[in-house]
């Protein structure tokens, strides 16, 4: 009768290990434990974390030594060799040693999870029984048997198919985003690949129905998949910080909107920011993490409504699903199912294109996410786009996020409104606040956001300061004023120069044919337009040109004249004032 294959591993153990010691006296339980380790490869990574390989015979596993999946190794070995189970102490104890050989006698390592970048080759994950992995570099792809690196899995991990030839814009048909918006979506995808951040947060946006966590779990299942594909905002940032630190891809399914604090969180988790949080059971140490993952966020309301956080983000805005249009779930995922491995195989391709043209891809004009751009745009061959195709996309799509995030600052918005009157404004950060709260409704004024002194409107227009940029006005705040030196905030809209002023400086003939006096920098208040500034959207300062520079007095609101001491003059407006009585500027 032949044995069964149980019985032959329990054979084999008992040959390699011993239930008594030399002196034929029976071990200990802990003991036995320890000795089923001793053939296993152990080592750590730089987090001090230990690790044991475990040989199979067709591959190797790579598992946690407190993990979950390496005690229940362990104790399936006891068990094999014994009939019975090892006691809870036991394990732990056994445990304790063999984490102890692998701190202190075994190598350090780098361990990945899901997706390795190894200079110019990306290493992926298919996290399937048989630990095979995707190996892609300038030349192709292929489908390795064994990890050239260090893989651990965890919990919740889905397998990816094994990838075969296939077209990457085959994925338009399975999300439900504006033709415009694709190479967005491709584009988050190759990044989130590439295994490198940072990473751009991709953000979708859309009435209920629209498809929105359908399309995050399509996006999900093509690079990390898992068993719970789509999760809910977790209650605090140490549950976000467990997320992040098992998952390749971080999921926030249905938000209803987003703190200052979990805003600036995903800024961190996107471009790569440290964490701190006190270890459990001491006073004084702490906990270290340090993550950068990609990031799909969606929601009814907009979540990525603050600046920092929006710079970092592809906002996309699902259309509505008709009714004609719309399939049954089953259907969908059957057909989804079957054109993943192509997509996948499209997305290795595509991959394969940003490693060989990394570095010799160049851009006029880098935006923030500048590593993301200039992978995305390595890639355009392999997509059959034109190029500059993907640029132009994500440059519209960064200009219509700075639209939303001024109208989710009130003051912001009163200010953009404000300056549609006038093309440069001076004065201190409190000068500024009494006259927009001047000419502002009630209702912006009684917002939890609004400055409640000049040192928060000082704080609201840094954080704001790089969107209004985009909109064609800059906002400095370094500037001295002569004699009293206070600090000024300088306001201007971006214009041409005049024909009498090149440069567009204030000519000495302003000033009465004399220099300016005091700080330098007070004579360049109206500058040329940065070459990177967007010029303002139509309609949006649709009176700019027509109307001329004014700089209001801070206490009564209305224009200086030649009454206060050539203070406009020194201020370098060449032009009448315009009226700003706040019953013309309605909010």
Request: aromatic letters at 6%; glycine letters at 8%; hydrophobic letters at 40%.
């Amino acid at each position: 009768m032949d044995k069964s294959r149980f019985e032959q591993e329990a054979e084999a153990i008992a040959e390699k290990v011993s239930l008594f010691d030399g002196e034929g006296k029976k071990k200990s339980q802990a003991t036995v434990l320890v000795d089923l380790c001793a053939e296993l490869e152990l080592f750590h990574d730089a987090d001090s974390d230990c690790y044991a390989i475990i040989q199979k015979p067709t591959h190797r596993e790579v598992w946690p030594i407190q993990s979950r999946a390496f005690k229940n190794w362990l104790s399936h070995k006891y068990f094999a060799m014994t009939g019975q189970g090892a006691r809870g102490a036991a394990v732990l104890d056994a445990l304790a040693t063999v984490e102890a050989r692998a701190q202190h006698q075994s190598s350090q390592r780098e361990v990945f999870q899901r997706v390795a970048w190894m200079n110019n080759r990306i290493v992926i994950d298919l996290a399937d029984e048989a630990w095979r992995v995707v190996e892609i570099d300038e030349t192709g792809w292929r489908v390795l048997n064994q990890s050239p690196v260090m893989f651990t899995r965890r919990s919740g991990m889905a397998p990816l198919p094994a990838p075969v030839q296939g077209v990457l814009s085959d994925i338009g048909q399975f999300i439900n985003v504006e033709p415009g918006s694709v190479p967005l979506v491709i584009g988050w995808l190759l990044m989130a690949a590439r295994g490198r951040g940072p990473y751009p947060a991709l953000v979708f946006n859309g009435e209920q129905g629209t498809g929105k966590s359908t399309t995050t779990r399509v996006l999900r299942s093509c690079i990390d998949p898992s068993t719970v594909p789509l999760r809910g905002m977790t209650r605090d940032v140490r549950d976000l910080l467990v997320t992040a630190t098992n998952n390749h891809v971080i999921v926030v399914d249905n938000l209803s909107g987003l703190s200052a604090e979990l805003s600036d969180v995903f800024c961190r988790f996107s471009t790569g920011g440290g964490f701190a949080e006190r270890k459990l059971y001491s006073n004084r140490e702490e906990v270290l993490v340090n993550i950068q993952r990609p990031i799909i966020l969606n929601g009814i309301d907009e979540v990525a409504s603050r600046g920092d956080l929006m710079e970092r983000s592809l906002i996309i805005h699902l259309p509505i699903i008709k009714e004609t249009s719309r399939e049954p779930e089953s259907a969908f995922w059957r057909r989804f199912d079957a054109a993943l491995p192509g997509i996948i195989g499209g997305l290795c391709d595509a991959l394969s294109c940003a490693i060989k043209n990394q570095h010799t891809v160049k851009l006029e004009r880098k935006p923030r996410m500048a590593d993301f751009a200039l992978w995305v745009t390595a890639a355009e061959p392999a997509l059959g786009w034109k190029p500059g195709a993907f640029m132009e996309s994500y440059t519209a799509n960064l200009d219509a996020g700075v639209e939303v995030a001024l109208e989710a600052s009130p003051f912001a918005e009163v200010l953009l409104k404000y300056m549609t009157k006038r093309v440069t404004w001076t004065g201190t950060a409190t000068d500024l606040l009494n006259e927009l709260e001047n000419v502002a409704h009630e209702r912006a004024t009684r917002s939890p956001s609004w400055p409640k002194s000049g040192k928060g409107a000082a704080s609201a227009l840094r954080r704001t300061a790089p969107l209004f940029r985009r909109m064609g006005i800059t906002i400095t705040q370094n500037t001295r004023e002569a004699h009293t030196g206070r600090r000024l905030v300088v306001v201007e809209v971006a214009k041409s120069a005049s024909p009498s002023s090149p440069d567009g400086r204030t000519t000495p003939e302003a000033n009465n044919g004399e220099a300016f006096q005091g700080d330098a920098n007070i004579q360049t208040i109206v500058t040329q337009p940065s070459p990177v500034s967007h010029r303002p959207s139509p309609g949006a300062f649709e009176s700019l040109v027509s109307h001329p520079s004014v700089t209001p007095n801070p206490s009564t609101g209305k224009a200086c004249d030649d009454g206060d001491d050539g203070d406009a003059k020194n201020r370098g407006l060449t032009t009448p004032a315009v009226d700003t009585h706040p019953a013309e500027v309605e909010f």
